[in-house]
């Protein structure tokens, strides 16, 4: 029902930036939490940034300061803005979207991937 595409990967050198970009099929404003997770080689995923309806934002603790989450709801379109970036950001970057069904449980999407690798 929902589609998320994801644009923006690339390669950059440390200390430089780069902008995720996720773009949605629907309404961002009926998606109750947007977020990017990232799983780099050899860890779990994890959360880096998320956003919800109301426009509250949460950041991981290893990324607060440098990335930015944000978005332009004309375009259906959540952004992460990610600057001084570091190798250790490497990763696939993962575009998410939570959608309430029931008081208890949501219905998950996900955007198709996006590599990002920072080089020293």
């Known amino acids: 029902q929902v589609q998320l595409v994801e644009s923006g990967g690339g390669l950059v050198q440390a200390g430089g930036s780069l902008r995720l970009s996720c773009t949605a099929s629907v309404s961002i404003f009926s998606l109750n939490v947007m977020g990017w997770y990232r799983q780099a080689p050899g860890k779990q995923r994890e959360l880096v940034a998320s956003?919800?309806?109301?426009?509250?934002?949460d950041y991981a603790d290893s990324v607060k300061g440098r990335f930015t989450i944000s978005r332009d709801s004309a375009k259906n379109t959540v952004y992460l803005q990610m600057n001084s970036l570091k190798p250790e950001d490497t990763a696939v970057y993962y575009c998410?979207?939570?959608?309430?069904?029931?008081?208890?449980?949501?219905?998950?999407?996900w955007g198709q991937g996006s590599q990002v690798t920072v080089s020293s």
């Open positions: 998410n979207a939570k959608k309430f069904v029931l008081a208890t449980t949501h219905t998950n999407y």
């Open positions: 956003i919800t309806s109301g426009g509250s934002t």
